[in-house]
T-cell receptor, first 116, second 112 residues
Framework: DTEVTQTPKHLVMGMTNKKSLKCEQH?????MYWYKQKAKKPPELMFV???????INESVPSRFSPECPNSSLLNLHLHALQPEDSALYLC???????????????FGPGTRLTVT | DQQVKQNSPSLSVQEGRISILNCDYT??????FLWYKKYPAEGPTFLIS?????DKNEDGRFTVFLNKSAKHLSLHIVPSQPGDSAVYFC???????????FGKGTSLLVTP
């Protein structure tokens, strides 16, 4: 099973709303990632969790708040977003942070977020 | 500064023929390279990878070639099938680290 699942598939929210994106994997991976992808652009790394602890925050605004409740789950809490935050949000996981062979990142299908 | 470049935004190939997708990189510290395939409204799917100690890796219809001196890699798909129509992203990491540097992608269309 190399599946990473994400919910919801689509989300429309206003600038004053609070919402959460969810990601789940059951591959025993200990590294999980949030990426943001705008149209016709490559994915951009936002956050990295390793063993349920935040390892990397790529200078992401505080209106995005990640959470890793356990080794299988990763959430992204959203609050007071701007229209320019509209994008495809991708979750990924890998065995560890080492990279290289056997540490490839597997991506979920993404959540298409629209901020109105 | 884009360290991984895919200079062809799109490519059209006839079914049964070879598809060749190209990727260039600038960072000599990159030592691991991956290709991802992405259908619309889906996340990238890992396809094939190659370590810098190799110059070729093959998996079924997919072969990746690495030319370190030219800082160039290519993905060959033989024979191409209509289901291969997707956007292909080249990615690279340095020092076997987790951080992936993606190219902008090449949209492949395989026509019957």
């Amino acid at each position: 099973d190399t599946e990473v699942t994400q919910t919801p598939k689509h989300l429309v929210m206003g600038m004053t709303n609070k919402k959460s994106l969810k990601c789940e994997q059951h591959m025993g991976h200990r590294a999980m990632y949030w990426y943001k992808q705008k149209a016709k652009k490559p994915p951009e790394l936002m956050f990295v969790y390793s063993y349920e602890k935040l390892s990397i925050n790529e200078s992401v605004p505080s209106r995005f708040s990640p959470e890793c409740p356990n080794s299988s789950l990763l959430n992204l809490h959203l609050h007071a977003l701007q229209p320019e935050d509209s994008a495809l949000y991708l979750c990924a996981s890998s065995h560890g942070l080492a990279g290289g062979p056997d540490h490839e990142q597997y991506f979920g299908p993404g959540t298409r977020l629209t901020v109105t | 500064d884009q360290q991984v470049k895919q200079n062809s935004p799109s490519l059209s190939v006839q079914e049964g023929r070879i598809s060749i997708l190209n990727c260039d990189y600038t960072n000599s510290m990159f030592d691991y390279f991956l290709w991802y395939k992405k259908y619309p409204a889906e996340g990238p799917t890992f396809l094939i990878s190659i370590s810098s100690i190799k110059d070729k890796n093959e998996d079924g219809r997919f072969t990746v070639f690495l030319n370190k001196s030219a800082k160039h890699l290519s993905l060959h798909i033989v024979p191409s099938q209509p289901g291969d129509s997707a956007v292909y992203f080249c990615a690279a990491s340095a020092n076997s680290g987790y951080a992936l540097n993606f190219g902008k992608g090449t949209s492949l269309l395989v026509t019957p």
